[in-house]
């Protein structure tokens, strides 16, 4: 079974930075994609970011592009989520989501197991 477990959220000043970090078991991952997602209060959870495990190939959502930078560490079987030059509208609980099928994906249906989340605050 999969389990994923979120860490690194916090409260930061508008242009701060902080690492999320996503802490994976339970399976070998290396075909699995791994994705970043936030739900703010009153909105639909949206997609922010995702990693193809075997290959590192990325994928952004428009709104983090040049802010935000996923990456993974094998090893640690651990998949981070660095974001700089933050914004009061990325202020959310950030979830991350894994799948065993490796094509990457913006939609949170492709994605089929997730983590319990990490408060991100973000302040003006």
């Known amino acids: 079974q999969v389990q994923l477990v979120e860490s690194g959220g916090g409260l930061v000043q508008a242009g701060g930075s902080l690492r999320l970090s996503c802490a994976a078991s339970?399976?070998?991952?290396?075909?699995?994609?791994i994705g970043w997602f936030r739900q703010a209060p009153g909105k639909e959870r949206e997609f922010v970011s995702a990693?193809?495990?075997?290959?590192?190939?990325?994928l952004y959502a428009d709104s983090v592009k040049g802010r935000f930078t996923i990456s993974r560490d094998n090893a640690k079987n651990t998949v981070y989520l660095q974001m700089v030059s933050l914004k009061p509208e990325d202020t959310a609980v950030y979830y991350c989501?894994?799948?065993?099928?490796?094509?990457?994906?913006?939609?949170?249906?492709?994605?089929?197991?997730w983590g319990q989340g990490t408060q991100v605050t973000v302040s003006s």
């Open positions: 989501a894994a799948s065993p099928n490796f094509l990457l994906s913006r939609s949170s249906d492709r994605y089929d197991s």
């Open positions: 339970g399976r070998t991952f290396n075909s699995y994609k």
């Open positions: 990693i193809r495990w075997h290959t590192g190939n990325t």
